[in-house]
């Protein structure tokens, strides 16, 4: 089935260490691409998104994802975490062909960082 | 602008209850929609409006109805309330369907008891 699929469920790292969050989705053709963050017990809040273009875009807080076409893949990269980083992390697609603005959303993976 | 917002926070419903959950938002965006999240499967997308007066089914609608008689609001109703139906439920709102950002509102936490 179409999916998107996050390999991570629940990461732990230590301040300072290097995220790379994983994200593959199954769909051909045009997509739209996008991470969210959830802060504990809040709501979901855009951290980047990808259309067209660059495919290294860069978000808020630091983080960035990199776009690979030919791997189906829209990874999520933080070169130093802080321990306000802790929080569920969601991939999400949009297929624009499909007309219906619908977001597919990966599972969730979380992420605990530790002082 | 207040941006997405939704009521009650929280709610407990007995099964066979119903009741409405309100989303409101004040940015003038076309595109609404609502979505569940259920541990270890992110969300998903219950019912969508593409403009006033014009609904349409998810992924998951059996058990929900939605109307948009406005703009700004989009309410979901829980018509016969279910224990399959606890879950943590967002609004979203965007300026379009295609190539824009939604913005989530805060979230009604639902426990069917």
């Known amino acids: 089935a179409q999916s998107v699929s996050q390999h991570n469920h629940h990461v732990i790292l230590s301040e300072a260490a290097s995220l790379e969050l994983g994200c593959n989705y199954s769909y051909g053709g045009t997509v739209n691409l996008f991470w969210y963050v959830q802060y504990p017990g809040q709501h979901l809040q855009l951290l980047l998104k990808?259309?067209?273009?660059?495919?290294l875009v860069k978000g808020i807080k630091g983080f960035e994802a990199e776009f690979i076409k030919s791997k189906f893949s829209f990874n999520l990269r933080k070169p130093s975490v802080q321990w306000s980083d802790t929080a569920e992390y969601f991939c999400?697609?949009?297929?624009?062909?499909?007309?219906?603005?619908?977001?597919?959303f990966g599972q969730g993976t979380t992420l605990q960082v530790k002082p | 602008n207040a941006g997405v917002t939704q009521t009650p926070k929280f709610q407990v419903l007995k099964t066979g209850q119903s009741m409405t959950l309100q989303c409101a938002q004040d940015?003038?965006?076309?595109?609404m929609s609502w979505y569940r999240q259920d541990p270890g499967m992110g969300l998903r997308l219950i019912h969508y409006?593409?403009?006033?007066?014009?609904?349409d089914q998810g992924e998951v609608p059996n058990g929900y109805n939605v109307s948009r008689s406005t703009t700004e609001d989009f309410p979901l109703r829980l018509l016969s309330a279910a224990p399959s139906q606890t879950s943590v439920y967002f609004c979203?709102?965007?300026?379009?369907?295609?190539?824009?950002?939604?913005?989530f509102g805060p979230g009604t936490r639902l426990t069917v008891t």
């Open positions: 999400a697609v949009n297929r624009p062909s499909s007309n219906t603005g619908k977001l597919i």
């Open positions: 940015m003038n965006h076309e595109y």
């Open positions: 409006s593409v403009g006033a007066g014009i609904t």
């Open positions: 979203a709102s965007s300026l379009g369907r295609i190539a824009y950002e939604q913005y």
């Open positions: 990808y259309f067209s273009g660059d495919p």
